[in-house]
């Protein structure tokens, strides 16, 4: 059978919807939609992607509306008696038809304090850790930074407050430093103030878009909120940090 796409076509000066007829098969998924169309009508049609298997992160974009790997995305999944509408992110600027410049991201990484590990509990320099600790921030590293996450988030897509907010995606990284059982680097006043935890009202919608399915706002951001507010806010050790400093 034939289905139709529109797809976005331009860079950063402007441009518009093309629509492509194509023949579709079982089992086809968007990304192999995309690459007959580039194939048969649009040797010029711009769309990063490198591993089609769902674990490299780069093919993400928009389809019908919705942040998604179009590797990953089946067209058996789509309602194809209409057109299924391909744009770029909209979180990031342009570059070319469904290819964005994601690399603000990569400047923001480079800002959160890294892995500090404590002393070597034994004398042969190796560490004794918890089971249960280590899965907690297992699930963390199963990102594969495709960014759909800062692309759905409000705070970043509508607010567009990328110097104040480092996103969820990076907010799940610094959970992962932060509950490792090893790490001692102390990220709070950075999460509270450059890093802009605040910002996240908790609207979950980073989660809905994982590919990996990683629980974002519950296991990650909620409990950096959590250790911020303790730090910052509990009143008690308020006192104490006020008596300590005198
Ligand atoms: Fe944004 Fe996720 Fe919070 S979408 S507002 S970071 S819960």
Not at 29 to 36: P, S, T, Y
Not at 59 to 79: D, H
Not at 114 to 127: E, M, Q
Not at 230 to 243: A, G, H, N, Q, S
Request: proline share 5%; with cysteine; charged share 30%.
């Amino acid at each position: 059978m034939k289905a139709d796409f529109h797809i976005w076509r331009g860079d950063a000066s402007g441009g518009k919807f093309e629509m492509y007829s194509t023949e579709v098969a079982e089992g086809m998924v968007v990304l192999d939609a995309v690459h007959q169309i580039q194939a048969e009508q649009a040797n010029d049609l711009a769309v990063r992607w490198n591993c089609k298997a769902g674990k490299c992160g780069s093919c993400s974009a928009e389809v019908n509306g919705l942040p998604k790997l179009m590797c990953m995305t089946r067209l058996s999944e789509l309602p194809l008696d209409k057109p299924v509408l391909l744009q770029p992110l909209k979180a990031f600027p342009l570059i070319k038809d469904l290819v964005t410049d994601v690399s603000w991201n990569y400047s923001v990484k480079k800002k959160i304090k890294k892995f500090k590990p404590r002393a070597p509990d034994a004398k042969d320099g190796t560490w004794r850790m918890y089971q249960q600790d280590i899965d907690r921030v297992q699930e963390f590293r199963k990102c594969i930074e495709c960014f759909l996450c800062q692309d759905v988030c409000h705070v970043l897509r509508e607010h567009q407050l990328y110097d104040r907010f480092i996103g969820p995606r990076f907010l799940v990284y610094t959970a992962a430093l932060e509950m490792h059982p090893l790490d001692i680097e102390d990220r709070m006043d950075d999460l509270k103030k450059a890093n802009g935890i605040g910002y996240c009202n908790i609207t979950k919608c980073c989660t809905s878009v994982c590919p990996e399915d990683i629980t974002i706002t519950d296991n990650a951001i909620i409990p950096l909120k959590e250790r911020v507010a303790d730090r910052f806010y509990d009143p008690v050790k308020r006192l104490f940090r006020l008596f300590r400093s005198k």
